[in-house]
């Protein structure tokens, strides 16, 4: 049985961006690792966006904006976001970037199969394959299991579902500088349902009807409504590229609570998703940072998770839409008809003081917070 320093069960985004951190740190190269998946990510099965005022993976930015519009049934209003750009990457570009770095340290290597089992032993970890065992120091898990979560009602449960369309119509209809960061004058038929349009070129762009919901809705719901939106925007004639569909858990379950001393749970598994947002990469960034410098001093993974006063605000903001979950729109429209569009997005970049925090939630819906608050002081 071959046995290495760190194992990493899955290779998403999370396990990716943490061997890529660890592998920049230059503090890992005398440590064997391996990444097992099923999935080789020889294929664009996915698109990343986040803002940002830096230069974040720019080799692999395939498109940048300055403006956002946001919309619901009464306003509409484009959001001037300087210093911030709006970026996107393509899942296949990420992946490319990794592998190719993995590919130039002969100790991390990579195995094609299904993980079937993970434990934590005496004094090693092990991991079994369909047809291999392995053992190691240390797990780095980001399979993620729902029922954990849907197990327990503590802390509620909504998915960010959607399925979208990279289309490219024959009439130029696109402003390929602005990108549709939510618009909300879709019938939202008691849930929070918004469009989600990235424009790359006049006649391009990628549509996505989005949910933040508790259940999923049958494909041909979403393919419907993205139907009835190109037809909305005057696109007569067009053609699906491709396209991709996802669901991303929004919850502030303690998923660090399941770590053990040898075992850790990232991405997904381990809470790494903005709950309020659904917002992944951005945040994984930042955790890949802080876990591969956590490495760097400590053994021990129980003591690696802080609670913050964001995911506080987090946890209120999932109890009030999984309640209610028709108050989406108004939700984020009080934000976006009058706030500033900068400090929205340093609130929601977890980097805001108390002070601009308060500045921030002020504008939201008093009533169903302060209930959502008095609620949940009583179930902790």
């Known amino acids: 049985m071959q046995h290495y320093n760190y194992i990493f069960t899955g290779s998403g985004l999370s396990a990716l961006m943490t061997v890529y951190e660890m592998i920049q740190s230059g503090k890992f190269v005398d440590k064997s690792i391996l990444l097992i998946d099923q999935n080789l990510k020889k294929s664009n099965d996915r698109t990343w966006c986040f803002w940002d005022n830096g230069n974040l993976f720019e080799p692999v930015i395939s498109k940048k904006w300055d403006i956002a519009y946001f919309a ?11 210093p911030y750009q709006y970026k996107m990457i393509r ?14 340290h002969k100790s991390i290597q990579f195995h094609n199969e299904q993980v079937l089992s993970y434990e934590q032993l005496e004094n090693h970890c092990l991991v079994k394959t369909e047809s291999s065992s392995f053992s190691c120091d240390k797990i780095f898990n980001s399979i993620f299991i729902p029922e954990v979560v849907k197990t327990q009602m503590k802390y509620p449960l909504l998915q960010q579902h959607f399925i979208g369309w990279f289309i490219k119509s024959k009439e130029d209809t696109f402003n390929p500088n602005l990108a549709t960061f939510m618009d909300f004058s879709i019938e939202q038929k008691g849930n929070t349902r918004f469009m989600y349009v990235l424009p790359t070129s006049t006649n391009e762009a990628l549509l996505e009807y989005t949910l933040f919901s508790a259940d999923l809705l049958p494909k041909q719901e979403y393919e419907t409504e993205i139907i009835n939106y190109i037809k909305k925007l005057g696109i007569t004639d067009y053609e699906i590229i491709a396209k991709e569909q996802g669901n991303i858990p929004m919850t502030s379950y303690p998923f660090w ?4 001393k040898n075992i850790i749970n990232i991405g997904s598994a381990g809470g790494w998703t903005k709950a309020s947002t659904g917002f992944t990469f951005k945040n994984t960034i930042k955790k890949s940072k802080q876990l591969t410098q956590f490495l760097e001093n400590e053994t021990d993974f129980r003591k690696f998770h802080k609670k913050d006063k964001f995911w506080f605000y987090d946890l209120l903001f999932i109890d009030v839409l999984f309640k209610n979950n028709a108050l989406g729109s108004s939700v984020f429209s009080s934000l976006f008809q009058k706030g500033d569009p900068k400090l929205i997005f340093k609130f929601l970049d977890e980097q805001t003081s108390l002070l601009e925090d308060f500045s921030v939630m002020l504008k939201c819906p008093t009533i169903p917070f302060m209930k959502a608050l008095i609620s949940r002081l009583f179930r902790f």
Not at 72 to 79: G, T, V, W
Not at 91 to 103: C, P, R, S, W
Not at 257 to 260: F, G, P, Y
């Open 72 to 82: 619901n049934e009464n306003f509409q209003r484009n959001l001037e976001l300087n």
């Open 257 to 260: 609570k399941h770590n053990t």
């Open 91 to 104: 899942g296949i570009d990420f992946y490319n970037l990794v592998f190719e770095k993995i590919t130039k």
